[in-house]
């Protein structure tokens, strides 16, 4: 058997997929038509960090982009990993597409990066709060950039509790 490089522990690969869909309506008019769904990738080096890959794909009819592409590298940084809580960091550099659904503006492509923020707490054996933010920005323009902030909580129900803070500029 042979050891680990630089006496690092075996490492461990895995997989997140996330889904968002938000459909509305008002006196039979469409309020909302949101979705987003992202794929995640990562390799643990060691307890603390991991190698992560990105892609996500955003559709949003209420936004002046028609469809939002990103994808690319990055870090992940496990601040803290205990029963009831967890939080990490992650960085990560993108390559970035928006399409818009303005008459004459053209598709942007362009690198920028995202920060972000996931927090667990197991408050009760059968009640879950979880906090996601991020933070995704052109590198050149930083005028140009994206919030994103869901919370989550959950018992061990048929029945989901949310909230979400979308703010649009």
């Known amino acids: 058997m042979q050891a680990a490089p630089l006496g690092l522990k075996t490492q461990v690969e895995l997989g997140f997929v996330k ?15 949101k979705f987003l769904s992202e794929l995640s990738y990562d390799y643990k080096f060691t307890e603390k960090f991991a190698f992560n890959y990105l892609f996500g794909y955003k559709l949003d009819d209420f936004s002046t982009f028609d ?3 990103y994808t690319g590298p990055g870090l992940k940084y496990i601040v803290l990993a ?19 659904n303005i008459a004459g503006v053209e598709t942007q492509d362009y690198a920028s990066y995202r920060l972000a923020l996931n ?17 995704r920005s052109d590198i050149e323009d930083f005028e ?14 048929d029945k989901i509790i949310t909230a979400n803070l979308i703010i649009n500029f």
């Open 19 to 33: 889904i968002t869909a938000q459909y509305g309506t008002q006196n039979n008019i469409k309020t909302k038509n």
């Open 144 to 157: 140009n950039y994206f919030v994103n902030m869901e919370n989550l909580g959950s018992k061990n129900t």
């Open 67 to 69: 469809s939002q592409l």
């Open 82 to 100: 205990s029963k009831t809580q967890n939080l990490n960091l992650a960085v990560n550099i993108l390559y970035s597409q928006d399409n818009s």
């Open 119 to 135: 927090y667990d707490w197991q408050i009760l054996e059968n009640l879950k709060f979880t906090q996601e933010l991020n933070y």
